[in-house]
């Protein structure tokens, strides 16, 4: 079966062409440089940046994977959660599709298709595993007991990880989105040069929180002069990561023993992350635990991960209806 996936729930306009649960036909991901000047997603100038590429960049996916509107199976697309303008480019030109070319059509939850994004890389990937879905807007613990069957076991209590890269980011001088300089300039700095906090990492509970640890960042650069920032960047960013990561891994971990649980994948933006990888696969492997993790372009907001879900969703539940409506709030459970 083929299926198309539109992904505009954020910054990134993505179409994609994925057979069945498995082969990645095509999947272009059109990244919105725009933002960077404003040091964050204005959302508005992000709809409007879906509405200019939208067209384009399923014209580039349809000519990669080589066929025409009629080999299209199934159209599927992003209905939360997300900026719902922004949502409803994608959504609405997917309905449109369906409508036109009489396909039926499946609305995706966004954060199942980062969910699906391991299921379509890794063949042995078990039913049931512990994910940890970290993105600009999500830093959620989920107990996978197979396709569609979800528990939420923690989440942000206020800001997501990947937020806090980039205001740890914007606050060193770093461009926007600012995870990926972060890790880059992490590796050659020293991770015991300040011990910033590690946010609720004694509470027992599997929730996590941000906003106290770009506050300390925020203070720490408030009290250092040009030239000590400049000097200690990488360092700063380097400790950054260390107190931000470790919650994750200790708590991930504390997960999988708890619910004796086998396998452990990332996903979302912050998946990507170098040092996350390394700390995770050195914790989990003396544990005796599998960590699977997806390559970057499916770590990202993409369009495979949610043609994907949808064609999952579509075997589990049949069609959506066309009057399906973009939901920015959405739940994974
Ligand atoms: O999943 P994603 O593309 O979009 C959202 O749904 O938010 O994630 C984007 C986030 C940004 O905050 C970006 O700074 C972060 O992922 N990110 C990284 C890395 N690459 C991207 N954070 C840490 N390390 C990276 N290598
Ligand atoms: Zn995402």
């Known amino acids: 079966m083929i299926t198309l996936g539109i992904e505009t729930s954020c910054d990134e306009t993505s179409v994609a062409v994925v057979r069945d649960f498995e082969e ?18 204005v959302p508005e100038i992000a709809s409007r940046e879906h509405l200019k590429a939208v067209v384009t960049v399923f014209e580039q996916a349809m000519a990669k994977a080589g066929i025409g509107p009629e080999d299209i199976d199934l159209i599927t697309a992003t209905y939360g959660p997300g900026l719902v303008g922004a949502l409803l480019v994608g959504l609405n030109f997917g309905k449109g599709l369906a409508y036109g070319y009489d396909k039926p059509f499946v609305a995706v939850n966004h954060l199942e298709g980062h969910i699906a994004a391991n299921f379509i890389m890794h063949k042995n990937l078990p039913d049931k595993h512990l994910t940890l879905i970290i993105s600009g807007g999500h830093t959620s613990l989920v107990l996978v007991e197979g396709f569609g069957k979800y528990i939420l076991l923690g989440q942000t209590k206020d800001d997501a990880v990947g937020e806090a890269y980039d205001k740890v980011a914007k606050l060193l001088g770093l461009g926007y989105p600012g995870g990926a300089e972060i890790d880059r300039l992490g590796k050659v700095g020293d991770r015991k040069y300040f011990r910033f906090p590690r946010g ?17 960042v925020a203070l720490h650069v408030r009290d250092l002069s040009d030239l ?25 971990v504390r997960a999988a023993e708890e619910y004796g649980i086998g ?5 979302g933006g912050v998946a990507s992350n170098s040092r996350l990888k390394d700390l995770m696969l050195k914790k989990l492997s003396n544990k005796k635990i599998d960590f699977y993790f997806p390559p970057p372009d499916l770590c990202t907001d993409n369009a495979a991960m949610i043609a994907a879900a949808g064609y999952m969703r579509y075997k589990l539940d049949g069609p959506s209806d066309l009057n399906t409506n973009a939901i920015p709030y959405l739940k994974l459970v």
């Open 24 to 41: 990645i036909l095509s999947n272009i991901i059109l990244s919105q440089l725009v933002h960077a000047g404003f040091g964050g997603v």
């Open 200 to 216: 609720v990492i004694k509470e027992n509970s599997f929730d996590f929180s941000y906003s106290g640890l770009k506050t300390a």
């Open 228 to 252: 000590e920032l400049e000097a200690h960047r990488a360092d700063i960013a380097a400790s950054f990561q260390e107190a931000a990561l470790e919650v994750l891994v200790v708590k991930t």
């Open 263 to 267: 396998a452990v994948t990332l996903s």
